[in-house]
């Protein structure tokens, strides 16, 4: 199923807007907001349509619906999300019940270090160690018990993992670590905004930093962060250091 129909065409229109004059277009200036404001207007549109159905006028609710859907095709163009990649998501899943189609989610959560430490531990270490030959004594620098940490698991083993570090209001977002047979599927991606989402939420931190290594510089900067200063080596890999305003 393509890009037709009055949807199709308001989708092609707002991907259209993109780096338009936001004094010409109110998408546009959506646009210029960034990503960050889209979703906000989005959740704004969904809460009213939520109360014109619960209040049941049809009419103001098929205008709300219309509105909703609207923001929704802008906060999706701010990610470089296409209509094309939501339709054929759901085409996925076109056959499978909804209880199978949630427990092949990935399910991202806080962990308790206390009682999960190891299962962080060991996917870093496959990671970390195994493959990219980082020496044990620096992945293992005894600071896990201070940080929070994430981890995401896929068909209830875990696959993913993360930490942060927080110091004065910034927040230092380290050992990404997604295993092998779990790259590829938008995994990363979806912890990071996870991460990301709960920090945002959190009025004393304004702005979360990583060390990135360069392969990954691409993945980080569609996430919002931006590259600064010169690279340099972390554990014999090249990195750069990265920073993304939360607010």
Same mark, same amino acid.
Do not use: N
């Given at each position: 199923?393509?890009?037709?129909?009055?949807?199709?065409?308001?989708?092609?229109?707002?991907?259209?807007?993109?780096?338009? %004059? /936001?004094?010409?277009?109110?998408?546009?200036?959506?646009?210029?907001?960034?990503? $960050?404001?889209? !979703?906000?207007?989005?959740?704004?549109?969904?809460? $009213?349509?939520?109360? $014109?159905?619960?209040?049941?006028?049809?009419?103001?609710?098929?205008? +709300?619906?219309? %509105?909703?859907?609207?923001?929704?095709?802008?906060?999706?163009?701010?990610?470089?999300?296409?209509? %094309?990649?939501?339709?054929?998501?759901?085409?996925?899943?076109?056959?499978?019940?909804?209880?199978?189609?949630?427990?092949?989610? /990935?399910?991202?959560?806080?962990?308790?270090? !206390? &009682?999960?430490?190891?299962?962080?531990?060991?996917?870093?270490?496959?990671? *970390?160690?195994? +493959?990219?030959?980082?020496?044990?004594? #620096? +992945?293992? =620098?005894?600071?896990? /018990?201070?940080?929070?940490?994430?981890?995401? *698991?896929?068909?209830?083993?875990?696959?993913? &993992?993360?930490?942060?570090?927080?110091?004065?209001?910034?927040?230092?977002?380290?050992?990404?670590?997604?295993?092998?047979?779990?790259?590829?599927?938008?995994?990363?991606?979806?912890?990071?905004?996870?991460? #990301?989402?709960?920090?945002?939420? =959190? /009025?004393?931190?304004? $702005?979360?930093?990583?060390?990135?290594? &360069?392969?990954?510089?691409? *993945?980080?900067?569609?996430?919002?962060?931006?590259?600064?200063?010169?690279? *340099?080596? =972390?554990?014999?890999?090249?990195?750069?250091?990265?920073?993304?305003?939360?607010?």
């Amino acid at each position: 199923m393509g890009q037709g129909g009055v949807l199709g065409r308001l989708a092609r229109t707002v991907a259209a807007r993109r780096g338009a %004059d /936001p004094e010409s277009s109110h998408t546009a200036r959506l646009f210029s907001r960034g990503p $960050e404001k889209c !979703a906000e207007k989005f959740g704004e549109e969904a809460i $009213e349509a939520i109360i $014109e159905a619960v209040k049941g006028d049809r009419a103001k609710l098929t205008a +709300e619906a219309a %509105d909703v859907l609207y923001h929704l095709l802008v906060m999706l163009a701010a990610r470089d999300v296409s209509l %094309d990649d939501v339709l054929a998501e759901l085409a996925r899943r076109e056959g499978t019940s909804g209880i199978a189609e949630k427990a092949a989610r /990935p399910q991202i959560r806080r962990a308790d270090w !206390a &009682t999960e430490g190891a299962l962080c531990t060991e996917i870093r270490h496959r990671v *970390f160690v195994e +493959e990219q030959r980082v020496p044990k004594a #620096l +992945e293992i =620098d005894g600071e896990d /018990p201070s940080c929070r940490h994430w981890l995401v *698991f896929l068909g209830g083993a875990p696959v993913a &993992t993360a930490r942060v570090r927080l110091a004065d209001g910034r927040a230092k977002i380290q050992r990404v670590a997604v295993a092998a047979e779990a790259r590829g599927t938008g995994i990363g991606a979806a912890l990071m905004q996870a991460i #990301l989402a709960e920090l945002a939420a =959190d /009025p004393a931190v304004s $702005e979360a930093w990583l060390e990135s290594q &360069t392969h990954a510089l691409a *993945f980080y900067e569609r996430l919002g962060f931006v590259a600064e200063g010169p690279e *340099f080596l =972390d554990a014999g890999l090249p990195h750069r250091r990265m920073r993304r305003a939360l607010r």
